[in-house]
Nanobody, 123 residues
Framework: QVQLGESGGGLAQAGGSLRLSCAAS????????AGWFRQALVKSREFAAA???????AYADSVKGRFTSGRDKVKNTVYLQMNSLKPEDTAVYYC?????????????????WGQGTQVTVSS
């Protein structure tokens, strides 16, 4: 059974940085494409970033140039490096995984999801 768990969330000031990690158990994360989604209070969940199983990445316009997603193959994790944070980045962040190649932009494109980690950015 594949399970995902996010860590690294917390409180940051505007302009600051946070690094989220998503650890996988029950699978080799290198064999899965991964995605990051976020949901702010009273807003719909939205796509933030995705990395392909072998290559490629994509970012929402709202985070492009500020967020970077990648892999730590030794630790079997995927990370989301978030720089130049803004108050509007405040949300619960979820990681997701899927066995298919290619990038997934929708929640339903994935087979496994984490429980989420809260990110709060103060102005």
């Amino acid at each position: 059974q594949v399970q995902l768990g996010e860590s690294g969330g917390g409180l940051a000031q505007a302009g600051g940085s946070l690094r989220l990690s998503c650890a996988a158990s029950g699978c080799t994360f290198n064999n899965y494409a991964a995605g990051w989604f976020r949901q702010a209070l009273v807003k719909s969940r939205e796509f933030a970033a995705a990395i392909g199983r072998s290559s490629g990445s994509a970012y929402a316009d709202s985070v492009k140039g500020r967020f970077t997603s990648g892999r730590d193959k030794v630790k079997n994790t995927v990370y989301l490096q978030m720089n130049s944070l803004k108050p509007e980045d405040t949300a619960v962040y979820y990681c997701a995984a899927r066995a298919s190649y290619g990038l997934g932009y929708r929640w339903g494109d994935y087979n496994y999801w984490g429980q989420g980690t809260q990110v709060t950015v103060s102005s």
